[in-house]
């Protein structure tokens, strides 16, 4: 008797093009909360959004503010398949 686990592969292409992006909600969900445990679990911060803040929380519980988000205007929308780079400090 067999225990493999089978998982239906799909062609994420095909959602993409789609108006539907409950499924890439869903997905990136799940991403975020796996990415959460896992650096809880190795004691790594977690860093976020909060109340207009980049917050980075640590293990212990504290929290430290990192930069302040002076105005939504900076936010902008972003194209498919578009390079990010970000300067470092």
Do not use: C
Not at 8 to 31: H, N, P, T, V, W
Request: charged content about 35%; hydrophobic content about 35%; overall charge negative.
């Amino acid at each position: 008797m067999s225990n493999d686990i089978r998982f239906e592969l799909y062609d994420l292409g095909d959602f993409e093009d789609s108006s539907d992006y409950q499924f890439f909600e869903m997905i990136g969900k799940r991403a975020a909360a796996n990415a959460i445990n896992e650096n809880k679990a190795l004691g790594l911060p977690v860093t976020y959004l909060k109340e207009k803040w980049v917050v980075r929380e640590y293990t212990d519980g504290r929290i430290e503010k990192i930069v302040k988000i002076e105005s939504e205007s900076r936010l902008r929308e972003f194209k498919k398949g578009e390079v990010i780079h970000i300067p470092k400090r």
